[in-house]
């Protein structure tokens, strides 16, 4: 076969292969769903795997963190994914963003059995599919009397003993909020005042922390003895120090949200409704609660004391967090991190 | 060249590489760890967390994609690198002397902001598919040590031994292959385990690059991090380690290149 | 004419891989800065007009170039007594030198906290031999930083000059040594101009790694310590806001070009033979 022919050969091979990748593309659609990626196998049992039967269609998933996969959801104009997992401050970024489209709750039959925060945290755009909450944990053998108020970890006995969240995590901006109520201002309104008290807090504060692995890491090796904290980390941290408590806070503690949205350029609409409905069934919930993947939304699962540990779980609890307006704490973003940044580079 | 060695440059020395190795103990002792999150000393001996890397598929198959980008990557950087490398040393006249610098740019960009272009610029705008993509990012990446690496063995290279094996006949590429190439043998293996280390390592700008059904170690190292504080990470630091000597002896045997034993 | 268009040839498809994948799509990125409704320079003014951004961006320029010193000179230290090793023993101590970079930050970080924390290993050795009564805290603090670096950074030296020491001919030295030249004088007058253009790579890809490191001084240097890195990553990823971070990109390019290039001309000056 001489060079040309060789040429032309693979190029037809390649032709085909496409023509057929396209035409088989054309029978199946392909659901693209945009989350995290911990947990694979796990969501590929309890989820995936299920669904495709249902739906008689192929899934792929894009990988990474809230940002990495927002930015490239804003970069293609809101194409390219279907359905988006995101925590509710990101989500709220990309709707003020433009890049969701409302949902279309008669599709979603499950709503109904959903904790009221669930249904519709957005203003219309996709439910929240899993709960979690903000608070303090501390080490209940080296801090005493017990932390029972945001206001405690002003106390003069924890010098350099405390980890915040850093001002670009999700629990950061909740810091300023929390401190605005120590000085009993408005965060929003009476910015200066929040950040008098986040200067009165400094010296307490050992390192801030960007990831939950370095929350653990400076927990587990001494370096500091409470934080602010999503529940997720409690676990790690008290395998470390079997003494580490969460807090009973009389001031409540704050809920997050993990959201789902169909970005404004899906091609499978419908398909990402069917999906969303799947992930908020009572089925799907209850299994991955049992689990240990997800908090369950759907007032109709049912844990033994000992699988709800884990988990910010039943409406007792729920029905204690205080919520977030992320609309206005994501415009005041930007000045905050320039504040938090030269408060704590002094 | 070997010549005797003054006793306090090798005391020196000595305590540089102490303290290069000194942490790796803690992070292999924080691999086997029996417990849930990183410790040391390890509490208990377990290799739990190196079969979690095989159990997890998602950690297989993007081991996979990574490999075959740091390779492909690293070879194709290797490939256009070394001939300019050649070219800037050989015909240092002829070419303007700012050329050379132009290959430390793609180290020289803050990585998000060449991941961000990227995608912005050639992944949407043409079209091009994810793998390319990532793959000629990652070449991109990594050419500044296949350049300027090479280079700096080349610039002492004596270059009249290329010159009189050329007057006596020997055709060029030949001459670059037989008396040019096993000169800075050193200087490619080096520019080698860097460029693939870097690949492999790299999360910026693979961050962008990824899309849809493709995505690397790094990043689901991350993901996993979201989530996870054990020891998974230390022992993937390990196995990368262990990876990387047997990356280095496939080179030796296959490519005969004399690694760094001349 | 085909002689003449060797060079370029040659490296062509070098140029062009950087010039269509880096000059062109970066460019454009960092042209939009440009762009702004307040003039094209308000970015820039908004830059420079804070004195915490002033701040960041001198302290970003000061530990690169301090971890870059460091680096060079332990780098050197290293990799010429490694190029005087044995074969198997300089195999095994390469390998020892890159296994640093295999490790990922917040592993490398963990063992830092290990061996530099509060209730680190040096802190223990240091109480129980009295020598201190209370644990100093080293972390956090811009030494913090820079040993960290250096430590990330002294392999990439020592590989970069490995291969550049490798080149020298034995003979050279043994000539210079045989004709009574002190050791010094044999290294000032010999190697050092022979390993100059290994050190200006060298120095190079340490000074542009350190400038745009993001993740090892926010977790050795925590805010305290914040670098340019930092502010970019916080514009991109957190705030949405491109602009805001090509603004920081940009400056952050043009110090680093300017530096470099001055660093390669003083380099020069030393030594008019190298590169």
Same mark, same amino acid.
């Given at each position: 076969m001489s060079e040309k022919t060789r040429l032309r050969a693979s190029a037809l091979a390649f032709g085909v292969a496409l023509a057929a990748a396209t035409s088989s593309m054309a029978e199946a659609k392909t659901l693209t769903i945009s989350w995290w990626g911990y947990n694979g196998d796990k969501l590929n049992a309890n989820i995936i795997e299920p669904f495709k039967k249902i739906c008689g269609c192929d899934i792929v998933f894009e990988t990474g963190n809230n940002a990495d996969r927002l930015n490239k959801l804003k970069l293609r104009g809101?194409?390219?994914?279907d359905v988006i997992y995101l925590t509710d401050s990101y989500s709220q970024i990309g709707i003020a963003e433009g890049l969701f489209q409302k949902v279309d709750?008669?599709?979603?039959?499950?709503?109904?059995?959903?904790?009221d925060l669930a249904?519709? $945290?957005?203003?219309?755009y996709g439910p929240a599919y899993t709960i979690g909450r903000v608070g303090i944990v501390y080490d209940s053998a080296k801090v005493n $009397? $017990?932390?029972?108020?945001?206001?405690?970890?002003?106390?003069?006995?924890?010098?350099?003993?405390i980890s915040l969240p850093g001002i670009?995590?999700?629990?950061?901006p909740m810091v300023v909020l929390q401190s605005a109520k120590h000085a009993g201002a408005?965060?929003?309104?009476?910015t200066d005042k929040a950040f008098e008290a986040i200067e009165a807090l400094k010296p307490n504060v050992a390192k801030n922390y960007n990831t939950g692995s370095e929350l653990v890491n400076l927990i587990s090796t001494g370096e500091a003895r409470i934080a602010i904290a999503q529940d997720f980390t409690l676990a790690s941290m008290k395998a470390a120090v079997p003494t580490m408590t969460w807090a009973a806070l009389s001031d409540g503690d704050i809920a997050t949200l993990n959201t789902v949205n169909i970005p404004?350029?899906?091609?499978n609409v419908d398909l990402a409704h069917q999906f969303i409905n799947f992930i908020l069934s009572k089925d799907v919930q209850q299994l991955e609660a049992e689990q240990g993947v997800d908090a369950p939304v759907s007032t109709k699962v049912v844990l033994t004391p000992e699988q709800a540990k884990l988990w910010t779980y039943g409406p007792d609890m729920i029905g204690k967090l205080n919520r977030l307006d992320y609309q206005k704490l994501n415009d005041a973003k930007t000045d905050w991190i320039d504040r938090w940044n030269e408060v704590f580079s002094r | 060249m070997r010549t005797s060695l003054h006793p306090a440059l090798t005391i020196t020395a000595s305590l540089i590489f102490a303290i290069l190795v000194a942490p790796l103990f803690i992070i292999l002792g924080a691999s086997v760890s029996d417990t849930s999150y990183l410790t040391f000393p390890p509490q208990g001996i377990t290799l739990r967390w190196f079969t979690n890397i095989f159990e997890i598929s998602a950690f297989r198959t993007t081991a996979i994609t990574s490999l075959q980008i740091a390779l492909l990557g690293t070879a194709l950087a290797l490939l256009i690198g070394i001939p300019a490398a050649y070219a800037l040393n050989r015909f240092r006249i002829r070419l303007p002397s700012w050329l050379a610098n132009v290959f430390v740019l793609p180290i020289l960009v803050p990585e998000i902001v060449l991941g961000f272009s990227l995608l912005k610029?050639?992944?949407?705008?043409?079209?091009?598919p994810v793998f390319i993509v990532l793959l000629l990012g990652h070449a991109l990446l990594v050419l500044p040590y296949a350049v300027r690496v090479v280079g700096a063995s080349l610039a002492s290279f004596d270059f009249s031994i290329e010159e009189a094996a050329i007057s006596l006949g020997c055709p060029p590429l030949k001459t670059f292959f037989t008396v040019v190439l096993p000169n800075i043998s050193a200087g490619v293996i080096a520019a080698f385990i860097l460029a693939f280390i870097t690949s492999m390592n790299d999360v910026s700008v693979s961050l962008f690059l990824t899309g849809p059904g493709i995505s690397t170690l790094p990043i689901q190292i991350l993901a996993h991090m979201e989530q996870f504080f054990d020891p998974t990470i230390a022992s993937v630091s390990v196995l990368l380690m262990i990876l990387t000597v047997g990356v280095m002896a496939i080179v030796e045997a296959t490519l005969g290149l004399t690694f760094l034993t001349k | 004419m085909v002689k003449r268009l060797t060079p370029w040839i040659l490296a062509g498809p070098a140029s062009l891989l950087v010039l269509l994948l880096l000059i062109l799509p970066v460019g454009a990125t960092l042209l939009?800065?440009?762009?702004?409704a307040k003039g094209w320079a308000a970015p820039y003014l908004a830059f420079f007009n804070s004195g915490f951004r002033r701040t960041v961006l001198w302290r970003t320029v000061e530990i690169s170039l301090i971890t870059t010193v460091i680096s060079v000179i332990l780098g050197f230290i290293a990799a010429y007594v490694v190029a005087q090793m044995p074969g198997r023993l300089k195999s095994i101590m390469i390998i020892a030198a890159v296994f640093?970079?295999?490790? &990922?930050v917040v592993v490398r970080s963990f063992a830092w906290l290990i061996l530099l &924390?509060?209730?680190g290993i040096l802190n223990s050795a240091l109480l129980s031999l009295g020598l201190i009564t209370e644990p100093i805290?080293?972390?956090?603090?811009e030494g913090a930083v820079i040993a960290a670096m250096v430590y990330l950074f002294v392999p990439l030296m020592i590989l970069t000059l490995s291969g550049v020491l490798e080149g020298i001919p034995k003979d050279v030295l043994e000539a210079a040594s045989s004709l009574g030249a002190a050791p010094f004088a044999v290294f000032r007058q010999v190697i050092l101009p022979l390993a100059m253009p290994g050190l200006i790579v060298g120095a190079v890809l340490v000074f542009t790694g350190s400038f745009t490191s993001y993740a090892t001084p926010q977790l050795l240097g925590g805010e305290r310590q914040m670098m340019m890195g930092t502010l970019l990553y916080q514009r991109a990823m957190?705030?949405?806001d491109w602009t805001g971070a090509s603004t920081v990109a940009a400056i952050m390019v043009v110090v680093t070009i300017a530096i470099v290039l001055v660093m390669t001309r003083l380099a020069r000056r030393l030594n008019p033979m190298a590169a």
């Open positions: 809101g194409k390219g994914v709750a008669a599709k979603l039959t499950n709503l109904a059995d959903l904790y249904k519709d $945290p957005q203003g219309g $009397p $017990p932390i029972s108020s945001w206001n405690d970890l002003w106390r003069a006995d924890l010098t350099s003993a670009t995590t999700t629990a950061g408005d965060a929003f309104t009476d404004k350029g899906s091609e | 610029s050639v992944t949407i705008s043409l079209g091009l | 939009a800065t440009f762009a702004d640093p970079l295999l490790t &990922g &924390g509060k209730n805290s080293m972390l956090y603090t957190v705030t949405f």
